[in-house]
């Protein structure tokens, strides 16, 4: 919930209980004798009138805003560009070039249900100016929620 959001609600709780006041005082102070004729069915219905603002004020004051958590698929899918592989300990950092030879690692996720991916790796080679792609696929790989919050 944002500060605006916030602000909104103060003042729509702010402007609800102004006005709940002023109908209290005008509906629960004025003694019998001195309402006319006219105003005697509003003064017979105060009893549901004080229930309506009971009503009122209890339903407004118990909102909150719920915020939807994201499965853990939704929060895997995407596509991921390769930063850097590790071979023999050594990080080298992605993409590799040298000349007109280049390779280049990207991974894409898509979902299948509410914990379950399916994991495509994309190796992107270029040799001599003509580029290749070729895939790996992983189809329903599980996913799990760590201690530390992580997937």
């Known amino acids: 919930m944002n500060f605006q959001n916030i602000l909104k609600v103060f003042f729509l709780k702010k402007r609800l ?16 004798k001195f ?16 229930f309506l603002l009971i009503f009122i004020t209890i339903t407004f ?5 719920i915020e939807n958590t994201k499965t853990l698929g939704d929060l895997a899918a995407g596509e991921y560009k390769g930063k850097a592989i590790v071979l023999g300990g050594t990080e080298i950092p992605l993409p590799l ?16 249900s509410d914990i379950t991916v399916d994991f495509q790796i994309v190796f992107e080679e270029k040799t001599n100016g003509t580029m290749k792609t070729e895939y790996e696929d992983y189809m ?10 992580s997937i």
């Open 61 to 65: 004051s118990g909102c909150e805003k």
């Open 140 to 149: 329903g790989l599980i996913l799990n929620r760590k201690r530390d919050g």
């Open 17 to 32: 209980l102004r006005s709940l006041r002023y109908v209290f005082l005008a509906f629960f102070t004025i003694p019998d």
């Open 35 to 50: 309402i006319p004729k006219t105003c005697q069915l509003i003064q017979k219905m105060k009893n549901h009138l004080l």
């Open 97 to 112: 070039e040298s000349g007109d030879n280049s390779l280049n690692i990207n991974f894409i996720v898509q979902k299948t």
